[in-house]
Nanobody, 113 residues
Framework: QVRVMESGGGLVQVGGSLRLSCTASGTMFSTGWHRQAPGKQRELVAG???????NYVDAVKDRFTISRSNAKNTVYLQMNSLKSEDTGVYYC??????????WGQGTQVTVSS
């Protein structure tokens, strides 16, 4: 089992940028980011495979970039041109070698008008 911790959330104005980090206690296999607005269901934002192949939902494509450092057991989400619709709690999900889902506690991202 891998423990996961997110950081980097905060308050930013529309059009600004944030960089989220997710650090795991051990080796991550496929991993990615999800987000959830209050009263809404959690949704996939971006994922990245062990080989570095990235996928994004259309709503964030060309604005967000997911990357990973296997040496640091860390995955990043660079968020640019932020919109109010991006507000929510962002969760890191990492799969360990057994295929178990390991979720972080979430980090709040608030984009103000």
């Amino acid at each position: 089992q891998v423990r996961v911790m997110e950081s980097g959330g905060g308050l930013v104005q529309v059009g600004g940028s944030l960089r989220l980090s997710c650090t795991a206690s051990g080796t991550m296999f496929s991993t990615g980011w999800h987000r959830q607005a209050p009263g809404k269901q959690r949704e996939l934002v971006a994922g990245i495979s062990t080989g570095g192949k990235a996928n994004y939902v259309d709503a964030v494509k060309d604005r967000f970039t997911i990357s990973r450092s296997n040496a640091k057991n860390t995955v990043y989400l660079q968020m640019n041109s932020l919109k109010s619709e991006d507000t929510g709690v962002y969760y890191c999900l990492a799969y360990d070698r057994a295929g178990t889902e390991n979720w972080g506690q979430g980090t709040q991202v608030t984009v103000s008008s």
